[in-house]
C-alpha cells in the first residue's frame, strides 16, 4: 500500500528555491525520456524497455542533479506511459478499442514535475524531516 504525506514548507526563499529547481529538473528529465523513446518508437519501430532510459541518460546532468532513486522512478513512470501506449495499440489492432491511440506527448516547456522520494531515503530528526540532496526540511 502507497501512502502519501505533505508538508507545508515555510517561506523561506532559499528553501523554495531548491524545491522549485529540483521540480523542474524532473520535468527536464522527463521530457528526455519522453523524447528518446519517441524517437526510438518512430526512427527504429522498436519498443522501450523498462532500463533502457536510465542506461542512456545514467551520465546526463539532470539525471545526476537528482537522487538517484527519484531519477529512476523518473525514468520508469515514462517507460511505463510507452508500455500503456504499446498495449493499447496491439488492442486497438485487435479490434477491442475503437479510438487510435497516441504516442506519449511532451510536457510544456518550463513547468515542474513531481519528485517522489522513496521511503528508505527519508528519516526523521525531532520534528524535521532530512531529504537526500536537500538538507533544509
Known amino acids: 500500500m502507497y501512502s502519501c504525506q505533505q ?3 515555510n517561506k523561506n ?3 523554495i528555491a531548491i524545491l522549485k529547481f ?13 523524447y528518446y523513446g519517441r524517437q526510438l518508437y518512430f526512427k527504429s519501430h522498436k519498443t522501450l524497455g523498462k532500463y533502457d532510459l536510465e542506461k542512456v541518460y545514467k551520465s546526463n ?8 532513486q527519484v531519477a529512476q522512478q ?4 515514462v517507460s511505463e506511459s510507452f508500455r500503456s501506449y504499446y498495449g493499447l495499440i496491439k488492442a486497438y489492432s485487435e479490434g477491442k478499442i475503437t479510438n487510435i ?3 506519449p506527448n511532451y510536457r510544456k516547456k518550463g513547468g515542474m514535475a513531481t519528485v517522489s522520494y522513496p521511503k528508505q ?7 524535521k524531516i532530512r531529504v537526500p ?3 533544509y526540511l
Open 101 to 103: 491511440p497516441r504516442v
Open 13 to 15: 526563499s532559499e528553501l
Open 22 to 34: 529540483l521540480c523542474e529538473e524532473s520535468h527536464k528529465l522527463t521530457n528526455m525520456g519522453i
Open 7 to 9: 508538508v507545508l514548507v
Open 74 to 77: 523518473i525514468l520508469r513512470t
Open 133 to 135: 540532496r536537500l538538507e
Open 61 to 68: 546532468y539532470h539525471y545526476k542533479v537528482l537522487y538517484s
Open 121 to 127: 531515503a527519508l528519516k526523521l530528526k525531532g520534528n
